[in-house]
């Protein structure tokens, strides 16, 4: 939790959960158990990565960013980093 939280509070745009959204960290540690700090660094600045390509894409549409990294960023971060985990099991690479 200490380590996600480290890395997170780094990045703006970042809230940890406060009932009007923002990044349930508990959620993502209890995910993410046994994770290396490198492991959890990249699942979290992936998810920064997936909020910049959503404000690109709303101002690119005229529209006005939200510059928010959601609970969403992060679990589609996640379910990134065990697919790419998966295929690397399943063939070897």
Not at 15 to 40: I, K, M, P, R, Y
Not at 43 to 60: D, F, G, Y
């Amino acid at each position: 939790m200490e380590i996600l939280r480290a890395h997170a509070e780094k990045l703006p745009g970042f809230t940890e959960e406060d009932g009007f959204g923002g990044v349930n960290l508990q959620a993502v540690a209890a995910e993410t158990e046994g994770f290396s700090g490198s492991d959890l660094e990249m699942i979290i600045n992936e998810a920064a990565i997936r909020a910049a390509r959503r404000v690109s894409i709303q101002l690119n549409a005229g529209l006005e960013a939200d510059t928010k990294i959601y609970q969403k960023d992060v679990q589609d971060s996640l379910t990134s980093f065990f697919e790419s985990r998966r295929f690397r099991h399943e063939f070897g690479t």
